[in-house]
């Protein structure tokens, strides 16, 4: 596997559902990011984790709990989802130098989920 | 106010044409540029990024940034179809540790035959 990999690439799950989502990067990065995007909005950040620490948490909901056990990997843990709440979900790693001014970001496929 | 703005569009030019797109951001202080291009379908990727005043070539594209204009746009020469996609404009401010990417809500570009 290269780059930053998600898993799954799909979801549809009711609004009494428990899912998780992961993301993986394979690229030695010390930051993740997870983003919702939704139609005709722009990319939303919502959670940042800098060497496996929270932060950033953008004023999501507590229905979205994210997990960082480590650099590498990345949890969104799902609950009691809403229908807005349907959005194709991100993942993104970088490299967070002392030089912070310049962040690549490398995005994953993403995770297309539907709440029914 | 929106922090990245960027016109919708969709942005039509035809084949070989030079396409430019345009991006403007409301945080005075911000640091580092960036333009991500999304297939429909698929995540961003990145294309260029600048962040000093002036311009910035990479082979067809160009990346431009006005930091008194609070300005940035993107220039993409001897534009071809596979061009077509959807160019994301993103700003890391002064605030979030440096690493916090702002996006605008991308512009729409077709290049017709």
């Known amino acids: 596997e290269t780059g930053v990999t998600q898993t799954p690439r799909h979801l549809v799950m009711g609004m009494t559902n428990k899912k998780s989502l992961k993301c993986e990067q394979h690229l030695g990065h010390n930051a993740m990011y997870w983003y919702k995007q939704s139609a005709k909005k722009p990319l939303e950040l919502m959670f940042v984790y800098n060497f496996k620490e929270q932060t950033e948490n953008n004023s999501v909901p507590s229905r979205f709990s994210p997990e960082c056990p480590n650099s590498s990997h990345l949890f969104l843990h799902l609950h009691t989802l809403q229908p807005e709440d349907s959005a194709l979900y991100l993942c993104?790693?970088?490299?967070?130098?002392?030089?912070?001014?310049?962040?690549?970001?490398?995005f994953g496929p993403g995770t297309r989920l539907t709440v029914l | 106010q929106k922090e990245v703005e960027q016109n919708s569009g969709p942005l039509s030019v035809p084949e070989g044409a030079i396409a430019s797109l345009n991006c403007t951001y409301s945080?005075?202080?911000?640091?580092?540029f960036f333009w991500y291009r999304q297939y429909s379908g698929k995540s961003p990727e990145l294309i260029m990024f600048?962040?000093?005043?002036g311009d910035k070539e990479d082979g067809r594209f160009t990346a431009q940034l006005n930091k008194a204009s609070q300005y940035v746009s993107l220039l993409i020469r001897d534009s071809q179809p596979s061009d077509s996609a959807t160019y994301l404009c993103a700003v890391v401010g002064v605030t979030g540790g440096g690493n916090k990417l702002t996006f605008g809500t991308g512009t729409q570009l077709k290049v017709e035959l």
């Open positions: 993104a790693s970088s490299q967070r130098g002392r030089a912070s001014s310049y962040n690549e970001q490398f």
């Open positions: 600048i962040y000093s005043n």
């Open positions: 945080d005075r202080g911000s640091q580092s």
